[in-house]
């Protein structure tokens, strides 16, 4: 009986002994595999407010950060786009590819660089289509896009063209600031409309975005595009840890002339070592399989260079080295 006893007894201290044993090696585990994350930000494993600087700008106009609602609604902006961790980190890799064009076009046509960051809250990078019909990265609704030169019918919808489109978003914006000359109240009017910040001004008796009562799309606009802005520039002191190989790059292209009709995009494609979804994703403003071309205009077809069929490790390689 007593031999029972002991036997008992040795197996619940030896099963006491394996239970500790097996905690602190799991603890030390984890904690060694939170040393070897990246970064050392400690939003790893906290929820908690984002930082606000001291002073801000967008496009060289002061944010007035002293009045408490500025900040707060600032505030609200950093924390809705920070902790929406997957759709800020694919904006924040996607953004390399594209920014380099835009801030080309932007200073060729002298409009402040920070309003790259419009287009990011306007489309998320992307050629999307707005439930009001607006299309593009740079969301043009059909009347304005033709307004500004770019061809929209059934073959060809130049709103999905990015470099033309972003020429167009910059002639607009200069004829706001021409009216307003006032860089963060063209911003909201981009979201707004001319008309409706004009009689806004004009009802409440203020000069500045900041004074003026708006509908709540409006009102946040300019507050999120400055958080993007902040997080862009700043991206690990909100949380955000890229390493360079982990941003999209820019895809060598050169161009093809057409000038005549096209029967079949998938033909064209085939013809020049492509698929037709990598001829479509070049040239998105191709709107149906052919081209019928009857005003005879001569278009420029993007094809990417090196092939696409190289490994995305090789395209990568290739867009750094050029």
Same mark, same amino acid.
């Given at each position: 009986?007593?031999?029972? /006893? ?19 090696? /799991? ?6 595999? $939170? ?27 002061? +944010? ?46 002298? +409009? ?7 287009? +990011? ?6 050629? +999307? ?52 000359? $006032? ?27 900041? $004074? ?54 998938? $033909? ?55």
């Amino acid at each position: 009986m007593n031999q029972l /006893f002991s036997n008992r007894t040795f197996a619940r201290i030896l099963l006491m002994l394996i239970i500790v044993l097996l905690y602190f090696g /799991f603890d030390t585990w984890v904690k060694q595999k $939170d040393k070897e994350s990246p970064g050392t930000n400690e939003q790893y494993y906290k929820i908690v407010p984002m930082p606000i600087p001291g002073s801000l700008n967008f496009a060289g106009e002061k +944010v007035p950060l002293e009045i408490f609602y500025v900040t707060e609604a600032l505030d609200r902006e950093l924390a809705v786009n920070t902790y929406w961790h997957s759709s800020t980190l694919q904006l924040i890799r996607k953004s390399t590819r594209w920014f380099p064009m835009f801030d080309s076009i932007l200073d060729k046509h002298q +409009v402040p660089q920070d309003f790259k960051y419009l287009c +990011v809250i306007e489309s998320g990078l992307s050629n +999307v289509v707005s439930p009001a019909g607006a299309v593009g990265f740079w969301q043009f609704m059909k009347p304005t896009a033709k307004e500004y030169d770019l061809e929209v019918n059934k073959e060809v919808d130049e709103r999905y063209h990015v470099r033309k489109s972003t020429e167009a978003a910059c002639e607009y914006l200069l004829e706001s600031y021409e009216k307003y000359q $006032d860089w963060t109240l063209v911003a909201a009017s981009y979201n707004a409309g001319r008309n409706g910040i004009s009689r806004r001004l004009e009802d409440q008796r203020v000069g500045s975005y900041y $004074d003026m009562v708006l509908s709540e799309e409006t009102g946040r606009y300019v507050y999120r595009i400055l958080a993007v802005k902040l997080i862009f520039e700043n991206t690990e002191a909100y949380g955000f840890y890229v390493e360079d190989n982990d941003y999209y790059q820019p895809i060598p292209t050169y161009t093809i002339e057409v000038k005549g009709k096209v029967d079949n995009w998938g $033909d064209f494609a085939n013809s020049h070592g492509l698929s037709y979804k990598v001829l479509k994703y070049f040239n998105p403003w191709l709107r149906q399989t052919y081209l019928k071309n009857k005003k005879k205009k001569t278009y420029n077809i993007t094809v990417p260079d090196p092939p696409y069929d190289l490994t995305y490790k090789e395209v990568l390689n290739s867009a750094t080295k050029n």
